[in-house]
C-alpha cells in the first residue's frame, strides 16, 4: 500500500513536471503547441507501460516523450531511483542514461546524473563500470563537495565487494582530508579493518613480521580496534608468547565487551600454553563479573575443573544454572554436568535435564545490531548492512 501511495504521488509529480516543461517550451517556442497532443499521449502512455511493468521495449515509448530540464530533473531522478529501490535496476539505468544524453543539463547536473547512473552499476553488480564513473567523477575539478565526497564513499564499497583493501585505504585517506571532516572517525575505523583484513591474509600465510606491521598500522588508524587485538594475541600464539598474548587480551573485555566471545577461546589457549589453570580461573571469573553470560560461565567452568576437579566443577554449575533457565546453549558446559550427574546432590534429575534442554533448545547466534542481520558465525563486515564491527553474539 506505501509503494502504491509513492507511485501516484510520483505520478501526480511526472505530471506537473510534464506539463511545467510543455508550458515553458510554449512561452518560448509556440510553434510547438502543433505536436503537443501527440507529445503529451506518448508520454502519459508510456508512462503507464513503466510503472505497470510493461516489456521494456514499450518504455522506449516514454523515454522519447520524457522531456528534460531545470524543472523535471529531480522528478525524473526520483523515478530512476524508485525503480532502483524496487529491483528493477536495468530500467533505472536506462532512465539515468537517457539523462546523461541530454546537452540541454548543465555540468552540475549532468554530474548527479552520473552519479545516480554509477550506483545503478554498482546495485547491479557491474562493479567495473561503476569504478570508472565513480573515480571520473572524484576526479572532477571543481567539483561539488556533497557530490565527491558520495561519489569517493560508493567508490570505496566497490573496493570493498572486490576486497581491494590497498585501494580502499587510499580512498579513505581522501575521504579524511580537512574538507570531509565532518566524519574523519568512520573512515579511520574502516581503515582499520582493510589493515586486519591484510593481516589475516597475511597471518594465513604464516608471515608473522608482515602481520605485525599491517597491525600496527590498524591501530594507528583506531587504537581502539577490537580486531586488530584479537589478531595480535593470535600472531603471540602462534610464536609461543602466551603471556603477551595474554596482556593484549585483558583489556579487550572491559574495551570491547560485546566481542568478549571472542576472547575467551584466546584466553584459554594462553593459559593452557603457560600451564596456569589458577590464574585462569581468576581471569575468567573476572570476566564472568563483567559479562555473566553463559558462554564465559561454560569457560569458568573449565577453568574450574583443570585446577579444582569435576566434583567442583558439578557444585558450581549446579548453583549458577538456577539463574540461567531463560538463556541459550551452553553445549561444551552441559556436557559436563550430564557427565558427571550422578554426582549431583539433592536435585532431581529430571528437573536438571529439563532445564538442560531449555538451554539447548536454540544456539547462540551473532547478531547485526544495526540491521538485525543473524548468523552462526562472527562478520566483521555485515553481509546485509555493510556496516563494520556491528556484529557479536547476543
Given amino acids: 500500500m506505501k509503494e502504491l501511495l509513492v507511485f501516484i504521488f510520483l505520478f501526480i509529480a511526472l505530471g506537473l513536471g ?35 511493468d510493461e516489456p521494456d521495449a514499450e518504455i522506449d515509448t516514454f523515454i522519447a516523450a ?52 554509477a550506483v545503478d552499476y554498482l546495485k547491479s553488480g557491474l562493479l567495473d563500470r561503476a569504478e570508472i564513473l ?16 558520495k561519489a569517493l ?41 582493510y589493515c586486519c583484513e591484510l593481516a589475516d591474509k597475511a597471518l594465513e600465510q604464516n608471515d608473522c613480521e608482515n602481520t605485525r606491521r599491517l597491525l600496527r598500522n590498524a591501530l594507528r588508524y583506531d587504537k581502539t580496534c577490537a580486531r586488530a587485538a584479537l589478531l595480535q594475541a593470535r600472531v603471540e600464539l602462534k610464536q609461543g608468547a602466551g603471556l603477551v598474548a595474554l596482556t593484549l587480551l585483558r583489556k ?43 558462554q564465559t560461565l561454560s569457560y569458568l567452568a573449565k577453568s574450574i575443573a583443570e585446577e579444582q576437579g ?11 544454572l538456577q539463574a540461567f533457565p531463560q538463556m541459550e546453549a551452553a553445549g561444551e558446559l552441559l556436557k559436563l554436568v550430564a557427565e558427571n550427574h550422578t554426582q549431583w546432590k539433592g536435585f532431581s534429575y529430571n528437573m536438571i535435564t529439563g532445564v538442560l534442554e ?31 564491527s556491528t556484529i557479536a553474539q547476543r
Avoid at 530540464?69 to 539515468?96: F, M, P, Q, W
Avoid at 565513480?134 to 565526497?149: C, H, M, Q, S, Y
Avoid at 569435576?310 to 549458577?320: I, S
Fill in 18 to 52: 510534464f506539463g511545467m516543461g510543455r508550458y515553458t517550451r510554449r512561452l518560448r517556442h509556440p510553434l510547438v503547441e502543433n505536436n503537443r497532443k501527440l507529445s503529451e499521449q506518448s508520454y502519459y502512455q508510456g508512462l503507464t507501460y513503466l510503472l505497470n
Fill in 66 to 117: 520524457l522531456d528534460v530540464n531545470s524543472d523535471t530533473l529531480e522528478t525524473h531522478l526520483a523515478l530512476g531511483n524508485l525503480l532502483r529501490k524496487r529491483g528493477e535496476v536495468a530500467r533505472a539505468i536506462r532512465i539515468h542514461q537517457n539523462l546523461l544524453s541530454r546537452p540541454s543539463l548543465s555540468k552540475s547536473q549532468l554530474h548527479i546524473a552520473q552519479l545516480e547512473l
Fill in 134 to 149: 565513480f573515480k571520473e567523477l572524484a576526479d572532477v575539478r571543481g567539483l561539488e563537495k556533497t557530490i565527491r565526497e
Fill in 153 to 193: 564513499a560508493f567508490l570505496l564499497e566497490v573496493y570493498e565487494d572486490t576486497h581491494e583493501w590497498l585501494a580502499a585505504i587510499d580512498v579513505a585517506d581522501r575521504l579524511t582530508a580537512s574538507k570531509f571532516a565532518g566524519t574523519p572517525d568512520i573512515w579511520r575505523e574502516r581503515q582499520a579493518h
Fill in 252 to 294: 579487550l573485555p572491559y574495551q570491547n565487551p560485546q566481542f568478549v566471545s571472542e576472547v575467551l577461546p584466546l584466553i584459554y589457549e594462553s593459559f593452557k600454553e603457560l600451564n596456569s589453570p589458577a590464574e585462569m580461573t581468576v581471569m575468567y571469573q573476572e570476566i564472568y563479573g563483567l559479562n555473566n553470560n553463559l
Fill in 310 to 320: 569435576e566434583g567442583k566443577v558439578v557444585d558450581f554449575l549446579l548453583h549458577e
Fill in 358 to 388: 531449555k538451554l539447548t533448545k536454540d544456539r547462540s547466534l551473532y547478531n547485526c545490531s544495526n540491521c538485525g542481520f543473524e548468523g552462526e558465525q562472527l562478520h566483521w563486515l555485515c553481509p546485509s548492512c555493510k556496516s563494520w
